[in-house]
């Protein structure tokens, strides 16, 4: 367990703010995602307004067409402890 790494709480985002944020940093529209995905633009606006979970398959969907890896969108807001744990 020497090389465990604890992961800190970052900045305070939901996982609908982080699907949101990549999107437009992306400059693409919720009907453009939905569109890449096949998922409808209407539970993007759910997601993006966490009124419905994400879900692993789904957030791996997202994933591959915001080109970013799932736990950036199911975990946002978290960073890795560069400091070994003792």
């Keep these: 367990m020497s090389d465990f790494r604890p992961a800190k709480r970052r900045v305070d985002v939901s996982v609908g703010e982080s699907v ?6 992306q400059e693409l529209s919720q009907v453009d995602l939905a569109k890449l995905t096949g998922i409808p633009q209407s539970t993007l606006s759910a997601i993006e307004n966490d009124r419905v979970n994400l879900g692993v398959e789904r957030a791996k969907v997202l994933a591959r067409a915001l080109k970013c890896h799932p736990a950036v ?8 402890d560069v400091r070994k744990a003792a």
């Design 73 to 80: 969108l199911v975990f946002p807001g978290w960073e890795l």
């Design 20 to 25: 949101r944020i990549i999107r437009e940093l």
